[in-house]
């Protein structure tokens, strides 16, 4: 007769610990259901993806529209290709082994880019910044925060700004409508 309780029935290792096998739903419940917590969804709408970015945020809850939203995106990417191209670091490194690979110093790719590339993202970037620019020259006297400043604190740092008064939603709104004439999205 054996002693002890019964086994569980399952796959084991050759020492006789039990595989575990978490699925993915399992796997995912957990940041989901904090997610459906912090943001006041249901477990269903957790799983949108624009809920992972501040500016998704924006987007999820109809503060801004999807044309926006996607002027912002295609910023964030042109940012972050442009500060791995000239070498720039990010404002905030996900981790430090993130700032390893940022910075060159661990699994970065050895190939430079080439100049051609260079001078496109470069470019591109200036038309953006530019149209940004000419977003606060317009927008001075107008009441909350610079454009130019809530871009990068919404696309760039990932700063939730949703529950900051309707002038800096206003002022968002603005420069992104700038960066949807410069990315020709429709």
């Known amino acids: 007769m054996a002693r002890g309780r019964k086994r569980k029935a399952g796959k084991r290792y050759p020492c006789g610990k ?12 957990v ?33 801004i529209s999807d044309l926006q939203y996607q002027a912002g ?22 981790s430090v082994a993130g700032l390893l690979i940022n910075e060159g110093i661990f699994g970065a790719s050895p190939s430079e880019p080439v100049l051609e590339v260079i001078d496109k993202v470069k470019r591109r970037f200036a038309e953006a910044t530019a149209a ?28 939730d700004v949703r529950h900051t008064d309707d002038d800096d939603i206003g002022n968002l709104r603005v420069a992104l409508n700038a960066l949807v004439r410069v990315f020709r999205l429709r």
């Not at 000419?134 to 696309?155: A, K, M």
Request: with cysteine; net charge positive; aromatic share 6%.
């Open 132 to 159: 940004l620019d000419d977003c606060d020259r317009e927008h001075r006297l107008s009441s909350g925060r610079r454009p130019t400043f809530l871009v990068y604190r919404v696309i760039c740092a990932d700063e």
């Open 18 to 29: 039990r595989v575990r096998q978490e699925t993915e739903r399992e796997a995912m419940s």
């Open 73 to 94: 995106v295609t910023f964030a990417a042109l940012y972050r290709h442009h500060n791995v191209t000239v070498g720039l670091p990010m404002p905030s490194p996900s």
């Open 31 to 63: 940041a989901l259901d904090a997610r459906g917590r912090h943001y006041g969804v249901s477990s269903k709408r957790a799983r949108d993806e624009r809920l992972g970015s501040a500016l998704g945020r924006l987007a999820f809850s109809g503060l």
